[in-house]
T-cell receptor, first 114, second 115 residues
Framework: GENVGLHLPTLSVQEGDNSIINCAYS??????FIWYKQESGKGPQFIID?????DKRQGQRVTVLLNKTVKHLSLQIAATQPGDSAVYFC?????????????FGTGTRLLVSP | NAGVMQNPRHLVRRRGQEARLRCSPM?????VYWYRQLPEEGLKFMVY????????ESGMPKERFSAEFPKEGPSILRIQQVVRGDSAAYFC?????????????FGDGTRLSIL
């Protein structure tokens, strides 16, 4: 469903820590999920994706976990760096919309302190 | 730069004027999407186009808003008779011509301000 919020949830971490950003999705028919990073004044930047036939996928310093039972998605960032500071959005879509219509979550602001 | 290109980056209009936002997709991409973002919120889908065709416009307001993706040239999002509530960031994304799941790649948006 639609997510509207006056203030973004914020996660504050120290440089070098691991970060975990969570996302709950509502559409049980969704079967493709993407994490995007958005820096101030810029567009969303693709980080990693996962299909519903998987429960874990790893990239460089990032891991996405998918729990379809509870409709939950998480993004883990290892050894977080100041350059990781941004707003992170999960997005979902499904084969029923031809994977074309992304539905974005509210977003989480990640603040990394040196 | 082979990414999605949007222009202008910033656009100021007075109430009642028209706003035209342009988007050139990544090379090789024939699917274009427009999204709108209000401050502190996620992006909201507006419209999905392929060359010369509107595929899904379920997120477009019924009045004043239109989009096109001509055979030649960029995709255009047009807002007629703008009102203050149209102030937002408008993002364009593109993806390759495939039915399988492929991530959409975004431009850096046009920030529309209505005076």
């Amino acid at each position: 469903g639609e997510n509207v919020g006056l203030h973004l949830p914020t996660l504050s971490v120290q440089e070098g820590d691991n970060s975990i950003i969570n996302c709950a999705y509502s559409n049980s028919a969704s079967d493709y999920f993407i994490w995007y990073k958005q820096e101030s004044g810029k567009g969303p930047q693709f980080i990693i994706d996962i299909r519903s036939n998987m429960d874990k996928r790893q990239g460089q310093r990032v891991t996405v976990l998918l729990n379809k039972t509870v409709k939950h998605l998480s993004l883990q960032i290892a050894a977080t760096q100041p350059g990781d500071s941004a707003v992170y959005f999960c997005a979902e879509t499904s084969r029923y919309t031809g994977f074309q219509k992304l539905v974005f979550g509210t977003g989480t602001r990640l603040l990394v302190s040196p | 730069n082979a990414g999605v290109m949007q222009n202008p980056r910033h656009l100021v209009r007075r109430r009642g004027q028209e706003a035209r936002l342009r988007c050139s997709p990544m090379k090789g991409h024939s699917h274009v999407y427009w999204y709108r973002q209000l401050p502190e919120e996620g992006l909201k889908f507006m419209v999905y186009l392929q060359k010369e065709n509107i595929i899904d416009e379920s997120g477009m307001p019924k009045e004043r808003f239109s989009a096109e993706f001509p055979k030649e040239g960029p995709s255009i999002l047009r807002i007629q008779q703008v009102v203050r509530g149209d102030s937002a960031a408008y993002f364009c994304a593109s993806s390759p011509p495939t039915d399988s799941n492929q991530p959409q790649h975004f431009g850096d948006g046009t920030r529309l301000s209505i005076l």
